[in-house]
């Protein structure tokens, strides 16, 4: 392949309709990471507090394996992001909770418990191999109407996981 643009004249790319927000009740997906510690800011430098200590989050990314979203319509390797600062003791939303509490509540949801943070980074460690049921919904932005916004809940593990320690319990032994 040449490396070659004469007589091409870049156009600017417009934003379409190939990333319209997801609406699903059930969507099976994987964990691309899922983190527990410090993360960084879009320019690299780790986030800290207002004395320069650096905070911990849980942050993961899971990607959509091959599904069908409400509509019919095939969502596949879409992605869904989530941050939660565990050092960050104010509430928010309609449930009047912290971070943390609204972490422990997402796990809870998944059949997961932990009470310090030791025990939170092995159910992380454990969790970041297993496949998820997720649902799918967005809103539109309060600032700007035209705008959606995507969220997603963490429903259950999917029970057709290959990672959920089953497959070795009802695998065959072999013949010798």
Not at 10 to 17: H, L, R
Not at 18 to 32: G, V
Request: hydrophobic share 30%.
């Amino acid at each position: 392949m040449s490396f070659n643009l004469e007589g091409y004249t870049p156009e600017a790319v417009k934003e379409g309709s190939s990333f319209e927000p997801i609406k699903a009740k059930s969507l099976n997906c994987h964990f691309e990471y899922l983190r527990v510690g410090p993360i960084k800011n879009k320019d690299g430098e780790t986030i800290c507090d207002e004395v320069g200590k650096p905070m911990d989050f849980v942050d993961y990314k899971l990607v959509v394996d091959t599904n069908e979203d409400d509509n019919g319509k095939i969502v596949k390797n879409r992605s869904f992001w989530k941050k939660y600062n565990l050092d960050d003791e104010r509430t928010s939303g309609k449930a009047n909770k912290t971070p943390l509490q609204k972490l422990a509540d997402a796990l809870f949801t998944l059949g997961y418990e932990f009470s310090n943070k030791d025990e939170l980074e092995k159910v992380c460690e454990e969790l970041a191999n297993k496949s998820v049921i997720v649902s799918a919904y967005y809103f539109p932005d309060s600032q700007d109407p035209d705008r959606k916004v995507q969220v997603h809940t963490l429903k259950d593990i999917n029970p057709d996981d290959p990672n959920d320690g089953f497959a070795e319990e009802t695998a065959e032994a072999p013949s010798f």
